[in-house]
């Protein structure tokens, strides 16, 4: 059963379109929504910068003694530093090395300067 164009182009303009009614009832209720934005305090850029940076009075300290020339520090939590201790001490030892060796050798010489001339 083929279908005509025809048959469905009739059927097409016999039935009546539809009609759209808008029904606008204007005693209903209107739903009222209220809508709050609540926000936390934001720091700007300065102020976290701030925040970060600012050294507290035992940070301060801190970069007080670690900008001073190491050394044995007394007292509550005393510390030392190791390298420049062993630095001092080898130091000093080169410097007595080379005393011993001025003063064997001046010894040597008047060793020398008091023997019989032969």
Known sequence: MPVSIERVREQLASTPSPQLKLVLDILAPIAVFKATVERDYVPSFKEQLEKEFTLNEFQRQSQEWASK?????????????????????????????????????????????AAPKK
Do not use: C
């Open 69 to 113: 020339p190491p050394r044995i520090r007394a007292g509550v939590g005393a510390s030392v530093d190791l390298i420049w201790l062993v630095n001092t001490i080898d130091k000093f030892l080169k410097k007595r090395e080379a005393r011993k060796i001025r003063e064997q050798v001046a010894r040597e010489l008047a060793q020398i300067e």
